[in-house]
């Protein structure tokens, strides 16, 4: 049974429908491999993997051997998929990665060595992704590595790569000369491996044009609303919806504080109303004073953020408890939600808690 004053998170999976559709049109033939990390970034692996693998999707990312068996238990065996674990390779984690049936990225030459070993004992071919760094300096093998695996056939006996990949740190930023320089790098790991399909565009990459889209492209954060440039892109829309009622109504007199402390003080006569959710439901504390609510058909400033509790700004407009505020969704939108407290789109997706009532709209 729900409860009154509980939060509703609606997740909308034909709206992820329409944004890997839009994501496909703007890849322009290059293979869309979405990224599922964290849990499909909060949305939840099962329902979301199952709806791209109906919308054509057959090959996935994820950043954890566990969220790769979770995603392959959700598919399930009807749902035949190419599952990489970006995490990369470790001896330990052959036999479930192998059971499971997931591809692991190799990210250093004592990878390389260890995967190759572990295919030799297993008596047959694994295969794999080799992530090369361009330029993020995060995770990968340097050209240097990339090199000497080219040029010596023998160090991947006994692995099968099926992608060659790298991934772009200023794909946000189009105008930023260190896209060309990745983009450079990356044009020379992919002549040591030509037979490999490649892979350098995520979902801001996506957008920077036919240069950088290669064979495959792995879009996240765009598959569930998160704008290209960090900031709302018309071409996709917000696929996760929370919204929280009223609790409460108030008159708030000037120079009177509200919430905890007094960084929030009334600057003239307010009328302001409780909301059943806080940073315990996913809302950014650090939102408040320049995140927006929307209620009534207008923004509504975001004034406070508690553990439970939200306050938003509402004007004259007539409102009853019980009415339901949204807080994240096509009117209150996640990359401006996002800017006003100082973050990305991603950590507001993965933030959302699972107290929220979850609602499922298209699902199989």
Not at 108 to 117: D, I, T
Not at 269 to 297: E, H, M, N, Q, S
Not at 329 to 346: C, K, P, R, S, W
Request: glycine share 10%; net charge neutral.
């Amino acid at each position: 049974m729900s409860e009154a004053a509980a939060a509703r998170l609606t997740i909308d999976l034909d709206t992820l429908a329409h944004n890997h559709a839009a994501l496909k049109r703007e890849a322009a033939g290059a293979e869309v491999a979405p990224v599922l990390k964290a849990d499909a970034y909060g949305l939840g692996i099962g329902p979301v993997g199952r709806r791209l693998w109906a919308e054509g999707a057959r090959r996935f990312f994820v950043a954890r051997l566990s969220e790769g068996e979770a995603l392959r238990s959700q598919l399930g065996a009807g749902r035949p998929a190419d599952i990489c674990i970006l995490d990369g390779f470790t001896t330990s984690a052959g036999p479930r990665l192998a059971e499971a049936g997931l591809t692991p990225a190799l990210l250093s030459l004592p990878q390389v060595s260890a995967a190759c070993a572990f295919a030799a004992q297993s008596g047959r071919p694994l295969p794999v992704v080799v992530h090369v760094d361009t330029g993020m300096n995060r995770q990968g093998l340097s050209l240097d590595d990339a090199r000497a695996l080219g040029l010596a056939a023998d160090r991947l006996r006994g692995l099968d790569v099926t992608l060659l990949m790298s991934h772009l740190g200023s794909a946000s930023s189009p105008d930023s000369p260190r896209n060309a320089r990745q983009l450079e790098r990356f044009h020379e790991a992919r002549a040591l491996f030509p037979e490999a399909p490649a892979s350098l565009a995520a979902s801001a990459g996506v957008f920077l044009g036919p240069d950088y889209r290669f064979d495959v492209v792995r879009p996240g954060v765009s598959l569930f609303g998160g704008g290209p440039l960090e900031r709302p892109d018309e071409r996709l829309k917000a696929v996760a919806t929370l919204t929280a009622p009223i609790l409460g109504i108030r008159a708030v007199s000037p120079g009177e504080a509200i919430g905890y402390g007094e960084t929030v003080t009334a600057q003239a006569p307010l009328r302001v109303a409780t909301v059943a959710a806080g940073y315990a439901d996913g809302i950014v504390r650090a939102a408040k004073g320049g995140g927006r609510a929307w209620f009534a058909g207008a923004p509504r400033r975001l004034l406070v953020v508690n553990m439970d509790l939200c306050v938003i700004d509402l004007g004259d407009t007539p409102a009853t408890v019980g009415e339901p505020v949204e807080l994240l969704g096509a009117n209150a939108l996640l990359d401006e939600l996002a800017a006003a407290a100082g973050t990305v789109a991603h950590e507001i997706l993965v933030r959302l808690s699972p107290r929220a009532e979850r609602v499922y709209l298209g699902g199989d």
